[in-house]
């Protein structure tokens, strides 16, 4: 049977990501830090119209130095795809943000994602067809003014996913990055009706994306023909900033 772990599965572009890849026959473990409410409504969804697969929900957090990824994990049915649909950004200049905000965005988008890697490796090689796709940023190519870090973790996640592929591409394993543009998702929400608007005029496909642009290419990646695709990061901006 097909399993992954969505991370950040109540999101806007988890939850898309979950009902394409439940589609597709995959049967999920649901991510989610504070919504549970979400995660349940969710996971319920998917059993009533995929009925021959399983959907439980996980909760982890992140942003917790201190986790211990055996606890949260050792228990789980083998997986062989991780999809790092999570993640956090923070607005401001980097020279006023606290140190605590810097950690924070480092350990949530990067440190901890590289660790859950490390920890199922044993398990994704031994499997076939074994994906893991993290998501990074059009801003990891093109830098963005008051989001430095951010920017600078999700550039990381692309020179991780070019080297780790090097490594465990002969087992079948591949890693790729998929970086979103401006995506219709509540990440957006800091954003002001006029400045969407102003995005909205600059990039050439002339909307912003929609979750199911972005869990198309999930789909794509996840499917087995795709074992010889590895190491990329795809741009999936509408021609933006790319």
């Given amino acids: 049977m097909k399993r992954a772990i969505v991370f950040g599965a109540t999101g806007g572009m988890g939850q898309q990501i979950a009902h394409k890849l ?23 969804d998917l059993m009533q119209n995929f009925p021959k ?28 795809a991780l999809i790092f649909a999570h993640g956090i950004t923070d607005f401001g200049l980097f020279g006023e943000q606290s140190d605590e ?22 398990m994704l090689l031994k499997n076939e067809h074994s994906r893991i796709i993290l998501f990074g940023s059009v801003y990891g190519h093109v830098g963005s003014a008051m989001e430095t870090i951010y920017s600078t973790v999700k550039g990381a996640l692309s020179s991780f996913a070019n080297a780790y592929a090097k490594e465990v591409a002969s087992a079948s394993l591949t890693i790729n990055v998929i970086a979103p543009g401006a995506v219709e998702t509540p990440m957006i929400q ?27 290419w999930v789909q794509v ?3 087995e023909k795709a074992d010889y695709f590895t190491g990329q990061t795809i741009y999936v901006d509408g021609g933006w900033l790319v």
Avoid: C
């Avoid at 589609?23 to 969710?42: C, F, I, P, R, T």
């Fill in 221 to 223: 990646i996840t499917d």
């Fill in 190 to 216: 800091n954003f002001t009706a006029q400045e969407l608007a102003n995005v909205q005029e600059s990039i050439p496909a002339g909307r912003l994306a929609k979750p199911d642009d972005i869990a198309y």
């Fill in 22 to 44: 439940a589609s597709d026959g995959w049967s999920l473990y649901l991510h989610y830090n504070h919504n549970q409410v979400m995660a349940e409504k969710l996971a319920s």
């Fill in 53 to 80: 697969q399983d959907f439980f929900t996980l909760q982890f957090d992140f942003a917790r130095q201190e986790n211990d990824l055996g606890q949260v994990f050792g228990q789980l049915f083998p997986v062989n």
């Fill in 101 to 122: 905000v810097v950690d924070q965005l480092i350990q949530v988008n990067l440190t901890t994602p590289l660790k859950i890697i490390k920890y199922f490796e044993p």
